[in-house]
């Protein structure tokens, strides 16, 4: 409180001193015991009025002692049970969490993870996945800018995420308590195969398979290949305590179309602990088409590059490059992308109306935009010399195809002739176009379809920076690929749009994501937001059934089946107000990754204790490891000073003396009869 304010405060006290001598005292002749009593009173009410006119900032200082967090994270996935280590899970944390040296030095916090992370002291330990490396960004985002100490109660092997090695912050010590026996049982194991999800009808298709082994002598096991009865490849691989692991390419025929099961298998003379991982399911879909893609241009440019490499992430798909005058005949082609198209490209536009291929155009500085007013009407372009750079913003509304929107808005510009363009009613926006955060009100990327031919327009150069920056942000190209494959399919598609449309894989492996998507749409083609759809799930075999609802997402309706057994399903997916229906199958596989390893990830766990500066421990070192933390003197709490400044006039009880006071005053006055 500073000097002014209690200076104004003496004053308001010898105010309201003055005031009530003023009305009971002066001049009143007859000063009896009851008028000091009123005049203290009202003095009591002046004083309060006067204070809250002042309004002056009272202070509180206060301290609170704050911990440093000890976060104890515990793997619930199943790989635990597999491996015998459940109790000793839940005893040492039961010891960590019980421990009252450690509850008073720190801020004990226990969290469990499996493919995810939660706050939880309940473990069940039914994960079907492990991550170790969402355990590090969980901890990085919920305790940023501060130094504290982890204890991961873990086997060590992780299934899904980056490597998590690197993935602790270096400043911030990790110490890994190392569950299962790590005793080296002799073990041989299928540790990944490879192979497409679709190959094409009486081709040749490779499987690349990797294979592991554990143990202190030399054997030679037996690997092969299956489908039902009928086994497709063969062979011996030798391993040693020298020759850990071997690579195996077999090509294998795709004679039948559909859906195919293969079976890959490993088995030696050898007992093993675990025979789970000698053998793996996988499947492929065998297809008798292929989407042959033509991308005519006249330049070379990265966006040529990066569009190929995309498109054939999808091996349904091939691309061709040429130029206009090379190109033979366009029903060779299922999609033609005319990147920038100049007034060469007259031909081919001519050539196409009597053809019809679904079209792609990419503009940019060097389109012939007059052309493209000639050739086409879906938009009307009136463009200056001048360039500029557009931002993309998503549209939700956008129904012609489910697809989400991967960070369109954080997206390098991409650079076209500055202009206005102008859109027929039968044009659909999937982006539209910013300059500086300022709508255009014109499309960046559109699509139009006119007497079933199939258009789309992408409007400006340097697409490949979005594949470079999408790479950049999700260390991955797929997020970006499945957006230009859906357009290509989109394209590639001359089928009669449908009322419900309803996207899902042909297979799954267990413990997959099953994830089931669909779209309806009103007579207008427009999307239903008030559509109520359900998906009954049956198993072939046992006959079981299951029915869900499907919720609504941002433009889709979406439901999740997680959880369903190995097997055959077939599903019928109904909307409810229309009587609309679709029907289809998939099947799960039967693989857990889970029951994949025979012992903890020792190696793993004890890099990542060196890469933090720290130590891992066994179960029977959990004294250790507390000794350890307790006696470090980097983890100290620390005393918070917390000062709260309060307004007077946000004192409520004053003004309820305040009211008291006078209404004190006024009973008194009324029973000594001086009203």
């Not at 040749?204 to 009865?229: D, H, R, T």
């Not at 966006?303 to 190109?327: C, F, H, Y």
């Not at 493209?372 to 463009?383: A, D, R, Y």
Request: hydrophobic letters at 40%; aromatic letters at 10%; zero cysteines.
């Amino acid at each position: 409180m500073t000097s002014s304010t209690i200076l104004l405060i003496l004053l308001a006290v010898l105010i309201a001193i003055g005031l009530s001598y003023f009305q009971y005292i002066f001049k009143n002749k007859n000063v009896q015991r009851i008028t000091w009593i009123l005049a203290s009173i009202r003095f009591l009410a002046w004083l309060g009025v006067l204070l809250l006119l002042i309004n002056p900032i009272l202070s509180r200082k206060t301290f609170e002692t704050i911990k440093t967090p000890l976060p104890i994270m515990v793997d619930n996935s199943s790989s635990v049970v597999n491996l015998n280590a459940k109790e000793a899970a839940i005893n040492l944390h039961q010891k960590l969490t019980s421990n009252s040296a450690l509850k008073d030095k720190f801020d004990v916090q226990t969290y469990r993870f499996d493919s995810s992370v939660e706050t939880s002291a309940i473990f069940d330990f039914k994960g079907k996945q492990t991550n170790i490396d969402e355990v590090a960004k969980h901890l990085k985002s919920v305790y940023r800018n501060m130094v504290f100490p982890t204890v991961i109660i873990s086997d060590g092997n992780q299934t899904i995420g980056s490597d998590y090695v690197y993935g602790f912050e270096n400043r911030n010590k990790v110490f890994p308590l190392i569950l299962g026996d790590t005793t080296t049982f002799l073990d041989i194991k299928i540790g990944q195969l490879n192979v497409n999800k679709y190959v094409f009808h009486k081709n040749k298709f490779p499987v690349e398979v990797f294979l592991n082994y554990s143990g202190s002598k030399s054997i030679s096991a037996n690997f092969s290949i299956s489908q039902g009865n009928n086994i497709l490849n063969t062979q011996t691989v030798s391993f040693s305590p020298q020759k850990k692991s071997a690579i195996l390419n077999v090509l294998l025929p795709a004679n039948q179309i559909g859906l195919q099961i293969f079976k890959a298998s490993i088995s030696s003379k050898e007992s093993e602990k675990n025979s789970y991982n000698n053998s793996k399911n996988f499947a492929v879909e065998v297809i008798d088409q292929k989407t042959n893609v033509a991308i005519i241009t006249e330049i070379n440019h990265p966006d040529v590059g990066a569009l190929k490499r995309a498109i054939e992430t999808n091996s349904q798909r091939k691309v061709t490059v040429v130029k206009p005058q090379e190109i033979k005949s366009l029903s060779d082609f299922n999609v033609l992308i005319l990147y920038q198209p100049s007034s060469n490209f007259r031909s081919i536009f001519e050539s196409n109306s009597q053809t019809g291929v679904n079209t792609l155009i990419i503009t940019g500085p060097s389109t012939d935009y007059a052309l493209l007013n000639q050739v086409q009407k879906s938009l009307i372009f009136k463009m200056s010399g001048q360039r500029e750079d557009y931002s993309a913003s998503f549209q939700s509304e956008f129904n012609l195809f489910a697809t989400e929107d991967i960070g369109f808005f954080q997206f390098p510009p991409l650079q076209n002739a500055f202009g206005t363009i102008t859109t027929n009613s039968n044009v659909e926006v999937l982006l539209a176009s910013k300059i500086r955060n300022i709508d255009t009100n014109a499309p960046l990327l559109a699509f139009a379809e006119n007497q079933g031919k199939r258009m789309a327009f992408l409007m400006g150069e340097n697409s490949w920076k979005w594949r470079m920056y999408s790479h950049v942000e999700t260390k991955s190209y797929e997020k970006y690929d499945v957006f230009v494959d859906k357009i290509i399919q989109y394209l590639s598609s001359d089928n009669a749009r449908k009322s419900l449309v309803v996207n899902h894989e042909r297979f799954y492996n267990s413990g997959d994501a099953i994830e089931i998507t669909a779209q309806y749409f009103n007579k207008n083609y427009e999307l239903d937001e008030k559509a109520r759809l359900t998906i009954s799930v049956v198993n072939k075999k046992t006959k079981q059934s299951k029915k869900y609802d499907l919720l609504r997402s941002s433009n889709a309706f979406k439901v999740n089946l997680d959880g369903l057994e190995a097997g055959q399903y077939e599903f019928l997916v109904k909307e409810l107000n229309s009587n609309s229906s679709y029907s289809g199958s998939f099947e799960i596989l039967d693989f857990d990754i889970e029951k994949q390893f025979v012992n903890p990830d020792v190696t793993k766990l004890k890099e990542l204790a060196v890469q933090t500066a720290a130590t891992a421990f066994m179960p029977n070192q959990v004294d250790d490891l507390i000794d350890t933390l307790l006696n470090n003197a980097d983890y100290k709490a620390v005393e918070k000073a917390i000062v709260r400044k309060t307004p007077l006039i946000d004192w409520v009880l004053l003004l309820i003396l305040i009211a008291t006071a006078l209404g004190i005053e006024w009973f008194v006055r009324k029973y000594n009869g001086m009203l």
